[in-house]
C-alpha cells in the first residue's frame, strides 16, 4: 500500500534507482498519464540511459515513449 512510501528503504530506493538502471513504473504524480494508481513498490527496469533520461526529466514511462511516437 502506499505507506510504503514513507519507509527509509523506498525513498532510498525512489531516489537512487536510476543510476542502476530502473525506474518508479508507477509514480504518484503521473497517475493521470499511467491510469494506474500510485505503485511506490513497482520498479521495472529499463536500462540506464533511459531511467537516467525519466529521472532527469521527471518523466514516467509512458511520457519517454511519446518522444518517440509523439
Known amino acids: 500500500n502506499e505507506n510504503m ?6 525513498q532510498w ?11 518508479l513504473r508507477y509514480p ?12 511506490p513498490w513497482h520498479l521495472r527496469y529499463v536500462g540506464k540511459e533511459i531511467a537516467q533520461a525519466c529521472q532527469e526529466n521527471d518523466w514516467c514511462l509512458e511520457e519517454f ?6
Open 28 to 39: 504518484k504524480d503521473k497517475e493521470d498519464v499511467t491510469e494506474i494508481n500510485y505503485e
Open 13 to 23: 530506493m525512489a531516489a537512487n534507482c536510476a543510476q542502476f538502471g530502473f525506474i
Open 65 to 70: 515513449l511519446n518522444q518517440f511516437t509523439g
Open 5 to 10: 512510501a514513507k519507509e527509509e528503504e523506498t
